[in-house]
């Protein structure tokens, strides 16, 4: 086991900078409702997604780092809404950057759906 994740940090170095994340990422632009601290739900933009996390366009929305927050996604079908908790890790010009924390019923199901 510990072979295999030596390998993927140096594959991960190839390209001049070390990558954290383990699993890998897909652009989409799909739309997340995004309640955190109370506040009323904002509608936000998936921009990058992995199993692990996402980059998240939230416009005017300014949320500080650490904080927790909770995504609603729209699912298809008979999935309804699919809620994932996540830790935002990172503050960007135009958005958020997070780390998944809570999966909930069919989310882990639902996110496979996107990144196939």
Known sequence: MHIWLY???IWLRVGG????????????GQDVLLHY????????TIRDLSFEGARIDTGSLVVAPSVE????????????MVRIGATVVRVLEDGIGVNF??????SCRYLLTLLD
């Open 7 to 9: 390998c993927v940090k």
């Open 17 to 28: 900078f070390v990558e954290r994340r383990w699993s890998r990422r897909k652009q989409v």
């Open 37 to 44: 601290d109370g506040q009323q739900a904002a509608v936000c």
């Open 69 to 80: 927050v909770q995504l609603h996604f729209c699912g298809s079908g008979d999935q309804g």
């Open 101 to 106: 924390s809570e999966y909930h019923d069919g």
